[in-house]
Each structure stands twice: as structure tokens, then as C-alpha cells.
């Protein structure tokens, strides 16, 4: 009886199986198919360039001993690469790779063993101990679910988020977008999701990545010619988590590689986490195919904490850090600092520095102190909408009179004042304010902005509308 390619290959694979770890395994072999067997020359085929290099970079001895076990010691291995239809070519096409040069070359043969061992490995993470194909999740670990208190501003956001981490990938929270202002914890519970879930499942494959970073490696995969190692890299993440991802706005390649990557998980049945500071309606610059697959699962907002909240957080952070205070002083911080928990857990550490530093008994007159302090040097972020909403309504007009294009007076300085505040307050960009504030350019910003400045040094009356502005803006 004939050995068929198929037949050869089932039983290196058996070979295999048994000498490696099951997750490694099913990542680098399952998906690997027979071709063909011709002059003691088998031939697979791999989905990508960058999975050929891993396999050449870890399994090439155990290839060749399965392989001559196999087909005897004039055993050849051929690799066949499989280019994906990633960016719509009509026909894919497949290319072999020769041991002594990495440039594609057609119709020649990989022979085992391959032995350049300087090759550079197609990963956009430099991970120690990757010889053990492991991918480091980039968790941190502290941030749990035990740590994430909840109420009633995330309780939604919470609950999701225990559903996908008992059960990633199967529900209908895919992706699960965690949206709402600085430092209301969207990092927090995008990372105690990951780390549940690599509790509950070691064997899946977990990664947590800042869209600003995600960015910068698709650039580099593109100036090193590499673009298809990168997306098949990330298509063979079961968990993705990818945070910030508004800072995708406007990078329309990333955001096009993050389309086929969102895609290719989606199919089949990984999950995706996003966070942002804001909703998808309320997303500048990301493309309209990529804001309906935001929506295609649950956006969960996270809100400012109320009183009763505040409190538990304090609490829990004291506990944690071993340390005691009494109910009053902590009441009083959660009363006077609402706007999000970053600010609140860091006035309780000013306060426990100030009276360690200074060897001072925690009382309600330190804690005025440092809560004084502390509120008085933390600039609050407001949102362009909300400046907008202020500025009409101290101009007694709506927010569409605002950005309308009319050129009267009154309205287009209120409309200068509106891109003043924006710069001011905000982190937005120039045209970024301008596209929410009447669809202006950052030129017309830009000149607002000079406007607002030599008014407000030649003019008494509109001296006092930056005033007044400055003052109810602050709140």
C-alpha cells in the first residue's frame, strides 16, 4: 500500500503531538495541510510567512525526526505559503521559501535542517521565553475583578465583563466596547477580564495591547515589509484587548488592518475587548465599516462614581494597602472629589504621604488640606460637547446655531470662544475641534484662537464673557 501525503503527515503529526504542549500544538500544526508527497518530498502548506519562520525558529528538529521516522533519513520537507485574500486579491497565490535565503522564490524546496539562525522573528513583541511559544498577555495582574468595585455607574459594564470572561467568544457581548470618561477605570476592568479569563482558561491565548501601540508595530510591519506576519500574528489571538482604540481615528491603514484582523477573530468565535473615551456615535474619524463593528456587540459606558461608591472604592483601597483612617476623614474626601477614581485614590495617598511624611495625625483639617490641593492642581478635562453646551447656553442660543455658518457677530464669537475653550481644555487636536465644532478646518481654530486672545487683552465686555466662561467651565 502507497503512503499518501495525508497518511505521512497524520502520523509525524501523532509523532508530534505527543512531544509538545497541547496549546502549541493546536496554534502551529492544526492548521498546517498535506499537499502533496512526491521523491520522499513532502509538501505542506502554511498560512503564512510568518508561521513558516516560527515553525523553522522552534520545531525544525522535531520535523525532522518525525519526518525521518516517516519517510526515511532523504526526507525533505517543502513549505507552501498560502498567502490570505487579506486585501482583496483575486486569486491567492503560494510561494516556497529556500534554506539559504529568505527572499521568496518559486518552485524550490525547504530542506531540513534549516540552519540560519540569525533570522529575524516575525513578531511584534519582543517577549522573553518565546522559544516556549508563549505569547506574554501583557495583564497586569492587580487589576482584578476583586479590586473593580461595583455600582450603580459600572454595573453593566462589570456584569458583561464577567460574562465574556466565564465565557470569551460565546456571547453576545463580542466585541464588548468599554467606553466613559478619564479614570473611571475602562484599563482596570479591560485587564480583570483578561486575567479571569486566563484563570478559568490557561490554554487560550490572551493579549492586551494600547491601540497606540498597535499602530506603531503596523507601521514598522509595513516599512519592514512585513504586513501579513503582522495581521496573521494577531488572527491567531483568541482574546484581543485593545485599549484607547479612538486613538485610531484617522489612520486609515491601521484602521484598515484592524478591519480584517476584527474580522478574521470575529469568525471564529474569538472575542474582542475595546475601551474608549467615548461612544461609537460619538467617534471622529473612524471609518463607518469599522463603527458598525463596534456596534455588532455591547457598548457599556462607565460613569463618574456617586457618593456611596466613592466611599467603598476609598475603603477598599485602604484595606488593601494595610492602612486605617477614620469614617469622617474618608467620607469627606469621596464628598469633595467627584470627578473620577484616579483622582479620588490618588488624594488618599497625598494624604497618607503628608501624614507619613510629616509625622501628622490624619484629621479632617489635613485631609481639607490636601483635598484643596489636590482638587486645585487637577485639571479637569471637559468634553467639546459639554464646552459647546455651556458657551450656547451662556449666549442664550442652541448648539446648532452655534456651529451653523452664519457670520453674525454675537455667534461667531461665541463660536471662537467654544474652539478657545476646546484647545484650552481638552486634548483634542486643532482639526479635530474643528470637525465637531461646525465642520471647520484647524485653520479656522487656529485663527479663534488668535482672536480670543487679542479681544481678550483689547476689549472690556469680551474680557468678561472669557471670565465668566472661565469660571462656570471649572466647576
Known amino acids: 500500500m502507497s503512503i499518501t501525503a495525508q497518511s505521512a503527515w497524520n502520523n509525524c503529526l501523532n509523532f508530534i503531538k505527543d512531544n509538545i504542549q497541547p496549546q502549541a500544538y493546536k496554534t502551529w500544526f492544526e492548521p498546517i495541510v498535506a499537499v502533496k508527497l512526491a521523491d520522499n518530498a513532502l509538501s505542506i502548506q502554511v498560512p503564512s510567512k510568518f508561521f513558516y519562520e516560527w515553525l523553522e525558529e522552534h520545531y525544525v528538529k522535531i520535523l525532522k525526526v518525525a519526518l525521518t521516522k516517516e519517510l526515511g533519513e532523504s526526507a525533505k520537507l517543502v513549505y507552501i505559503i498560502k498567502m490570505e485574500n487579506t486585501y482583496g486579491n483575486k486569486q491567492p497565490f503560494t510561494e516556497k521559501i529556500p534554506s539559504s535565503n529568505r527572499t521568496a ?226 467620607e469627606y474626601v469621596a464628598k469633595h472629589i467627584k470627578t473620577n477614581i484616579r483622582e479620588l485614590e490618588g488624594a488618599i495617598i497625598s494624604l497618607i504621604a503628608q501624614s507619613s511624611f510629616n509625622k501628622k495625625e490624619v484629621t479632617i483639617d489635613l485631609a481639607k488640606q490636601v483635598v484643596e490641593k489636590f482638587v486645585k492642581n487637577t485639571k479637569r478635562e471637559v468634553s467639546i460637547d459639554y464646552i459647546q453646551k455651556i458657551v450656547s447656553d451662556y449666549f442664550q442660543m442652541d448648539v446648532d446655531t452655534l456651529q451653523s455658518k452664519t457670520r453674525k457677530r454675537h455667534i461667531v464669537q461665541a463660536r471662537q470662544l467654544a474652539m478657545f475653550f476646546a484647545k484650552k481644555l481638552t486634548k483634542a487636536s486643532l482639526a479635530s475641534i474643528g470637525s465637531q465644532i461646525g465642520k471647520r478646518d484647524h485653520a479656522t481654530v487656529l485663527h479663534a484662537c488668535k482672536t480670543v486672545d487679542n479681544l481678550t487683552s483689547t476689549d472690556k465686555q469680551f474680557r468678561k464673557y472669557v471670565e465668566d466662561l472661565t469660571k462656570k467651565l471649572s466647576v
Open 105 to 330: 522564490v518559486k518552485a524550490q524546496d525547504v530542506d531540513i535542517p534549516l540552519n540560519n539562525k540569525n533570522r529575524e522573528l516575525r513578531n511584534p513583541f519582543i517577549i522573553p521565553g518565546i522559544r516556549n511559544v508563549k505569547i506574554e498577555s501583557q495583564l497586569n495582574p492587580n487589576y482584578s475583578f476583586e479590586n473593580f468595585l461595583e455600582g450603580d455607574s459600572n454595573r453593566l459594564a462589570r456584569s458583561a465583563g464577567l460574562a465574556v470572561a466565564s465565557k470569551p467568544g460565546g456571547t453576545s457581548f463580542n466585541p464588548l466596547l468599554i467606553f466613559g470618561g478619564v479614570g473611571l477605570g475602562k484599563t482596570h476592568l479591560a485587564h480583570a477580564i483578561g486575567v479571569d479569563i486566563k484563570d478559568k482558561y490557561p490554554e487560550k491565548t490572551v493579549l492586551y495591547i494600547s491601540a497606540e501601540k498597535f499602530t506603531q508595530q503596523y507601521i514598522d510591519s509595513v516599512k519592514k515589509n512585513n504586513r501579513n506576519d503582522f495581521i496573521h500574528f494577531y488572527q491567531i489571538i483568541d482574546i484581543l484587548i485593545i485599549d484607547d482604540v479612538q486613538f485610531l481615528s484617522g489612520k486609515s491603514g491601521t484602521q484598515d488592518v484592524f478591519f480584517h484582523i476584527f474580522n478574521h477573530l470575529h469568525q471564529n468565535g474569538k472575542q474582542v475587548i475595546l475601551t474608549s473615551d467615548k461612544a461609537p456615535v460619538d467617534m471622529q474619524d473612524i471609518e463607518q465599516r469599522l463603527l458598525s463593528r463596534f456596534k455588532w456587540g455591547l457598548s457599556a459606558e462607565l460613569q463618574s462614581p456617586d457618593f456611596e461608591t466613592r466611599v467603598s472604592i476609598l475603603k477598599n483601597k485602604l484595606y488593601r494597602d494595610g492602612v486605617e483612617m477614620p469614617d469622617a476623614i474618608i
